[in-house]
């Protein structure tokens, strides 16, 4: 439901024109204000209408209306402000930037920034329908030529560069068959003859064409289903080759793993001969130098104990036997000995001691 408008907040056509009266009244009541005014507003009027300004990225061509010099003329006229005869010439501006006219059916690459048109059907060699999305970027080099041949405004799209593009795909990308579309390179290198041709044939008009990108391919139902189930086909086949050449693969594989796990049996087996060897190598070195050190403490004792003996035999002897004695009676502290008779003992007496134990 909609707001009514309150007389207060209303607009007054009246109240409007009220004003405006007063402001021409106040003007022409002081004629100081009103000379200028008008000298200025008659300036910048003669001003507009007897001036052009060519924008950046576009060249102007002066037209003569009707005189003896009618015509177009052939000297572009830069970016920049030019004069003008309004009653006699007409400037035609062209653009000489990048232009782009756009070969689609989608309307999601319509815009504003670049002309677009239907797509280009194309009949291949083999009678098949192909559907292409191209884009053809040109420039204007020779606006005079373009003038001449197509006329003013950017009548150039409809005369010159989309008839002619469509007809040079039509003639270069039909002579291939549906199965080289679908192939890169054939297709590219036609794509690549369209361009060859279609710069040589609107360089005539003062036209250079930087690219023709085909940049989507659709076949008609009816291939698409063939050329569909072939490629099903081929890729079957692909899949049983590559499965195929992986079970060799595996094959090889456990070839390897096999030979590789006898290998090292080998090697571990001789290994452990190897290890059990220099063991019996250490034990038969170590019993060796075992036997060879028990041999020389053995002997080592026997000459101690030899010479022990020799010791025993030789002078002193008598003295070490009566030091034996002596420490047999070591910690005795009582010793109840008879003292008098033929086999008394007198502790006193250390030569009978000497006699008794037959010490020398």
Same mark, same amino acid.
């Given at each position: 439901?909609?707001?009514?408008?309150?007389?207060?907040?209303?607009?007054?056509?009246? @109240?409007?024109?009220?004003?405006?009266?007063?402001?021409?009244?106040?003007?022409?009541?002081?004629?100081?204000?009103?000379?200028?005014?008008?000298?200025?507003?008659?300036?910048?009027?003669?001003?507009?209408? *007897?001036?052009?300004?060519?924008?950046?990225?576009?060249?102007?061509?002066?037209?003569?209306?009707?005189?003896?010099?009618?015509?177009?003329?052939?000297?572009?006229?830069?970016?920049?402000?030019?004069?003008?005869?309004?009653?006699?010439?007409?400037?035609?501006? *062209?653009?000489?930037?990048?232009?782009?006219?756009? =070969?689609?059916?989608?309307?999601?690459?319509?815009?504003?920034? *670049?002309?677009?048109?239907?797509?280009?059907?194309?009949?291949?060699?083999?009678?098949?329908?192909?559907?292409?999305?191209?884009?053809?970027? =040109?420039?204007?080099?020779?606006?005079?030529?373009?003038?001449?041949?197509?006329?003013?405004?950017?009548?150039?799209?409809?005369?010159?560069?989309?008839?002619?593009?469509?007809?040079?795909?039509?003639?270069?990308?039909?002579?291939?068959?549906?199965?080289?579309?679908?192939?890169?390179?054939?297709?590219?290198?036609?794509?690549?003859?369209?361009?060859?041709?279609?710069? !040589?044939?609107?360089? !005539?008009?003062?036209?250079?064409?930087?690219?023709?990108?085909?940049?989507? =391919?659709?076949?008609?139902?009816? =291939?698409?289903?063939?050329?569909?189930?072939?490629?099903?086909?081929?890729?079957?086949? *692909?899949?049983?080759?590559?499965? !195929?050449?992986?079970?060799?693969?595996?094959?090889?594989?456990?070839?390897?793993?096999?030979?590789?796990?006898?290998?090292?049996?080998?090697?571990?087996?001789?290994?452990?001969?190897?290890?059990?060897?220099?063991?019996?190598?250490?034990?038969?070195?170590?019993?060796?130098?075992?036997?060879?050190?028990?041999?020389?403490?053995?002997?080592?004792?026997?000459?101690?104990?030899?010479?022990? #003996?020799?010791?025993?035999?030789?002078? @002193?002897?008598?003295?070490?036997? @009566?030091?034996?004695?002596?420490?047999?009676?070591?910690?005795?502290?009582?010793?109840?000995?008879?003292?008098? @008779?033929?086999?008394?003992? #007198?502790?006193?007496?250390?030569?009978?001691?000497?006699?008794?134990?037959?010490?020398?």
């Amino acid at each position: 439901m909609s707001t009514p408008i309150t007389p207060s907040r209303a607009p007054s056509l009246g @109240g409007f024109f009220r004003g405006l009266w007063r402001v021409v009244r106040f003007v022409f009541a002081r004629k100081i204000l009103w000379i200028p005014l008008v000298t200025a507003l008659s300036l910048l009027i003669g001003f507009g209408s *007897f001036t052009y300004y060519v924008p950046p990225g576009h060249v102007g061509l002066m037209q003569t209306i009707y005189g003896a010099d009618a015509g177009i003329r052939p000297e572009p006229h830069i970016v920049g402000l030019h004069f003008v005869n309004p009653l006699s010439e007409r400037m035609h501006v *062209f653009p000489t930037d990048l232009q782009v006219v756009n =070969y689609s059916d989608s309307a999601s690459e319509s815009s504003e920034e *670049f002309r677009s048109t239907p797509s280009i059907k194309i009949q291949t060699s083999d009678g098949y329908q192909v559907q292409l999305d191209v884009s053809v970027l =040109y420039r204007i080099k020779d606006a005079h030529k373009v003038f001449t041949e197509a006329g003013p405004g950017r009548s150039f799209e409809d005369r010159l560069v989309i008839p002619r593009a469509d007809r040079t795909l039509r003639k270069t990308l039909g002579e291939l068959n549906a199965e080289q579309f679908y192939q890169g390179p054939s297709r590219i290198e036609k794509s690549r003859l369209a361009h060859e041709e279609l710069a !040589a044939d609107l360089a !005539a008009y003062g036209i250079e064409v930087d690219g023709v990108l085909v940049r989507k =391919y659709t076949y008609d139902q009816k =291939y698409q289903e063939i050329i569909e189930s072939r490629k099903i086909k081929d890729q079957t086949v *692909f899949l049983r080759q590559a499965e !195929a050449k992986a079970a060799i693969e595996e094959r090889k594989r456990d070839t390897i793993i096999a030979e590789g796990k006898a290998t090292v049996g080998v090697e571990a087996s001789r290994g452990e001969s190897e290890v059990r060897k220099l063991d019996a190598d250490a034990d038969l070195y170590k019993r060796k130098r075992d036997a060879e050190g028990k041999l020389l403490v053995e002997l080592a004792e026997a000459r101690g104990t030899q010479l022990e #003996n020799d010791a025993l035999q030789g002078a @002193g002897s008598e003295n070490m036997v @009566g030091l034996k004695m002596a420490e047999v009676l070591d910690g005795l502290r009582v010793l109840v000995l008879p003292t008098d @008779g033929e086999r008394g003992l #007198n502790p006193l007496d250390l030569g009978s001691l000497l006699q008794k134990f037959e010490v020398k």
